[in-house]
C-alpha cells in the first residue's frame, strides 16, 4: 500500500525559508524509475509543479521557482524535503507531494501553509 | 516547458450527460505522457488517466481519454453526480511536469 503524508509548519512569515518534509511508505526511493514530485496549489487556484528528485539524485525545478527551491531525499527514512527560501505572501498555498512513477499516481493529503506576518 | 491550455474553463452539464474536456499542449507531448487528474473540494487530486489513454486502477469505465501529439480529450460518457469536480490534464514528457489550468465540471 502507497502512501505519502507532508508535515512542515502552516504558519511562516515573509522571508523565511519554508521547509517541508514528504515521508511515504510502500515503495523505495532506490528502485529504478521511481520519482517524487512536489505540487502546490493555492487557494482556489490551478496545481503548480514545483520540484522533482529521481531515484538516481537527479533533480529539477520548475523555471520559476528554481532560484528558491532545493530539493533531497534521505532513503534510509523513506523521505524527500523541500525548502523554498524567501517566503511571500503570494506562496500560502496547499503544498502536495506525489509519487511520480512517471504519472503522479499516488499523493499525499496535503499541508496547508500559510505565509504571514 | 510545455504549457497545457485546457477547455473549456466551466463545463455545466446535467446527470447522464456526457462531457468532453480538452488539453492542447503548446508542443508535442513525448510518448503521450499525458495524465488526467479529478479532484473534488479538500481532497487531494486523484489520478484517472495516464499515457493518454489508459484508466488507472479502480476508475470506472465511463471516464476515457484520448489524443496524441498535442491535443487531447477526457470524455465522460454519462456524468454521475460524484462526477461533478475539476479536472487538471498533467504532461510527463519532460523533466519539468506541467499542468493546464484545470476544468470545472458543474451541475447545470
Known amino acids: 500500500q502507497v502512501t505519502l503524508k507532508e508535515s512542515g509548519p502552516a504558519l511562516v512569515k515573509p522571508t523565511q525559508t519554508l521547509t517541508l518534509t514528504c515521508t511515504f511508505s510502500g515503495f523505495s526511493l532506490t528502485t529504478t524509475g521511481m520519482r517524487v514530485s512536489w505540487i502546490r496549489q493555492p487557494l482556489g487556484k490551478a496545481l503548480e509543479w514545483l520540484a522533482r528528485i529521481d531515484w538516481d539524485d537527479d533533480k529539477y525545478y520548475s523555471t520559476s521557482l528554481k532560484t528558491r527551491l532545493t530539493i533531497s531525499k534521505d532513503t534510509s527514512k523513506n523521505q524527500v524535503v523541500l525548502t523554498m527560501t524567501n517566503m511571500d505572501p503570494v506562496d500560502t498555498a496547499t503544498y502536495y507531494c506525489a509519487r511520480d512513477s512517471p504519472s503522479l499516481d499516488y499523493w499525499g493529503q496535503g499541508t496547508l501553509v500559510t505565509v504571514s506576518s | 516547458e510545455i504549457v497545457l491550455t485546457q477547455s473549456p474553463g466551466t463545463l455545466s452539464l446535467s446527470p447522464g450527460e456526457r462531457a468532453t474536456l480538452s488539453c492542447r499542449a503548446s508542443q508535442s507531448v513525448s510518448s503521450n505522457y499525458l495524465g488526467w487528474y479529478q479532484q473534488k473540494p479538500g481532497q487531494a487530486p486523484r489520478l484517472l488517466i495516464y499515457?493518454?489513454?489508459s484508466r488507472a486502477t479502480g476508475i470506472p469505465d465511463r471516464f476515457s481519454g484520448s489524443g496524441s501529439g498535442t491535443d487531447f480529450t477526457l470524455t465522460i460518457s454519462r456524468l454521475e453526480p460524484e462526477d461533478f469536480a475539476v479536472y487538471y490534464c498533467?504532461?510527463?514528457?519532460?523533466?519539468?511536469?506541467?499542468f493546464g489550468q484545470g476544468t470545472k465540471v458543474e451541475i447545470k
Open positions: 498533467q504532461q510527463y514528457g519532460t523533466s519539468l511536469r506541467t
Open positions: 499515457g493518454a489513454s
